[in-house]
């Protein structure tokens, strides 16, 4: 019996010593004097995403280049596992895209909503995550946090 909880205890520390190694890589545009941006770079990072942080001080082109309308904009604009993650979005949001995998180009939080990752103040209301298409349709709700 002991042996046996000895087993199932060595693999479990083994899946959480490969699941503390896998840290998805993850890039992130920002204008050079955002505070909460770099804030949300460091909430990344405690959450196990290896953060490249790219200073870019005219942010629109890379707003344009990967679909996020004016409608949709935060401040932010990260690249992760192929999809844009725009503005301070939960990681929760984050990992359901990531394991889900869906058929869109990534999804925001837009603006800067007190309370959010990144962001002071305390929250006022749920958040709503929404799908990023490239499409001008009405975006979709992809979660509400
Ligand atoms: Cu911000």
């Not at 909880?5 to 479990?12: I, K, P």
């Not at 896998?22 to 990072?45: G, Q, W």
């Not at 180009?105 to 305390?122: N, V, Y």
């Amino acid at each position: 019996m002991i042996r046996m909880v000895t087993a199932s205890l060595v693999l479990a520390l083994a899946t959480l010593s490969a699941m503390a190694e896998e840290r998805v890589a993850a890039t992130l545009y920002k204008i050079p004097n955002c505070s909460c941006c770099k804030k949300y770079a460091d909430y990344l990072r405690t959450n196990g995403f290896d953060v490249t942080v790219i200073e870019a001080p005219d942010m629109t082109p890379i707003k344009q280049k990967y679909g996020v309308g004016k409608n949709l904009e935060g401040c932010h604009t990260a690249v992760i596992g192929g999809y844009v993650v725009e503005g301070h979005v939960p990681v929760g949001s984050i990992n359901r895209l990531l394991s889900e995998k869906p058929a869109i180009k990534g999804i925001t939080l837009p603006g800067m909503p007190p309370g959010s990752p990144g962001m002071s103040g305390s929250k006022t209301g749920s958040f709503e995550i929404l799908s990023i298409t490239g499409q001008d349709a009405a975006p979709a709700v992809f979660a509400t946090e």
